[in-house]
């Protein structure tokens, strides 16, 4: 199977997950489980709708209890232990230590049938960390101005939850992305329970708030999930774990766009570290011999 689209899915999740800060921004001050439970009911439920018409993805549920196990992990505990290490410590640290993801998901896939770790790939990996550190210190110092606090351990779980997730995904790449939309649900079901538990409710009060709730839900909270399985499953999971470190970079300049911020120097040398290690991590794929990419186009 030719993997070029696979990946190329894949990296239209990392293009949604770009809007998020600017959609939670415009959603309003609404609590992050409360507002975790509405987006992740609305994704769940994009890809429940399409049930209807296709009866025969509800057959598809019947997996084993692995497939539950790792999906479970990998939004729903990924996410609400997020959301708990951003309020115990520094947002800017938090952020630093869950972005090693991308560089255990390249270290991981290493381990899986087929697939080799090459240099390249490490180069590839480690430019785009250091843009992501460029880009969310904004050139500045990077350290644990505090100590090590519990938010950083579990920023540190965090990232090998959502690596350890997007390999294992790998390993059941038969089962059909149709599961996501109930990893969205249960999510939704356990965000609400932490809500009614730790937070107190507040509405949106404003059209924009709700549009901005409706389409964080709707796409990168909905269709990125979708996406990064399919991606994961059957595109080039080493690529993708490299190009995972634009997903920041794009974030910020989204936002730049949006007119929250001004343009820092950092953010275009961020730009160019994050490019060129996709580069090198992609240059298989790119100069693939035309004989390899004729028998890969014929098994496919």
């Not at 998020?20 to 609590?31: D, E, K, N, V, Y």
Request: hydrophobic content about 55%; proline content about 6%; glycine content about 8%.
């Amino acid at each position: 199977m030719n993997r070029t689209i696979p990946t190329l899915v894949g990296f239209s999740a990392i293009l949604t997950w770009s809007f998020l800060a600017l959609l939670s921004t415009a959603a309003g001050p609404i609590p992050p489980f409360q507002l975790a439970a509405m987006t992740f009911l609305l994704g769940g439920s994009v890809g429940a709708a399409s049930w209807i018409v296709r009866p025969s993805a509800i057959r598809s549920l019947r997996q084993p209890w692995q497939v539950w196990a790792i999906g479970t992990a990998g939004l729903c505990i990924y996410h609400c232990a997020y959301f708990f290490a951003i309020q115990s410590a520094p947002p800017v640290e938090v952020s630093l230590i869950a972005y090693l993801w991308p560089l255990l998901i390249v270290v991981f896939a290493a381990f899986l049938p087929g697939e080799r770790l090459k240099p390249h790939h490490i180069a590839g990996v480690v430019l785009g960390l250091a843009g992501a550190i460029v880009v969310i210190t904004k050139g500045g110092s990077v350290g644990l101005a505090d100590g090590v606090k519990p938010g950083h351990v579990i920023a540190l779980f965090c990232a090998f939850v959502w690596s350890g997730y997007s390999v294992l995904s790998r390993r059941f790449g038969q089962v059909p992305t149709d599961v996501v939309a109930v990893y969205c649900l249960i999510t939704a079901a356990v965000a609400f329970t932490l809500h009614l538990t730790l937070e107190t409710t507040v509405w949106p009060q404003t059209p924009t708030q709700w549009s901005a709730i409706a389409v964080l839900g709707v796409i990168p909270l909905g269709a990125g999930f979708y996406a990064w399985d399919y991606g994961c499953k059957h595109g080039d999971i080493m690529i993708l774990g490299a190009i995972s470190y634009a997903a920041p970079l794009f974030s910020v300049i989204v936002l730049l766009l949006a007119g929250f911020g001004v343009f820092h120097w950092s953010v275009a040398l961020a730009c160019a570290l994050i490019t060129v290690g996709a580069l090198i991590a992609a240059k298989d794929m790119l100069l693939k011999p035309k004989s390899e990419a004729a028998a890969e186009t014929a098994r496919a």
